[in-house]
């Protein structure tokens, strides 16, 4: 499974953006996706995930962004994306998506297989 991200880029604190992962190559029914994000001299951390079996999907918000950010997907298209309003400069870092086969909905970054490239999010304020 390939990952490509992108959307990400500089915003004004209280704006909005949209980025997106694209997956390709060999693709799975049932995986779970997720956002995780790098501040500079931080760890990576979940973002969001989202899982799904048939026609049913659960996702997750870490509490910092309830509420200002949401994940989807598209299983047609195979992407997942995270539509972030109400940006804060605490928000900026390298956003990364990330899949990993199964449905259990997982929160850590090494219980996750692939990895996209990164995308920049910079929150002036």
């Known amino acids: 499974v390939q990952l490509q991200a992108s959307g990400g880029g500089p915003v004004q604190a209280g704006g909005s953006l949209r980025i997106s992962c694209a997956a390709s190559?060999?693709?799975?029914?049932?995986?779970?996706m997720g956002w995780f994000r790098q501040a500079p001299g931080k760890e990576r951390e979940i973002v969001a995930a989202i899982t799904w079996r048939g026609s049913t999907s659960s996702a997750y918000h870490v509490d910092s962004v309830k509420g200002r950010f949401t994940i989807s997907r598209d299983n047609a298209e195979n992407m997942v994306s995270l539509q972030m309003n109400s940006l804060k400069p605490e928000d900026t870092a390298v956003y990364y998506c990330?899949?990993?086969?199964?449905?259990?909905?997982?929160?850590?970054?090494?219980?996750?297989?692939?990895w996209g490239q990164g995308t920049q999010v910079t929150v002036s304020s």
């Open positions: 190559g060999r693709t799975y029914s049932s995986y779970v």
């Open positions: 990330a899949a990993r086969l199964g449905y259990g909905l997982t929160y850590s970054p090494s219980s996750y297989t692939y």
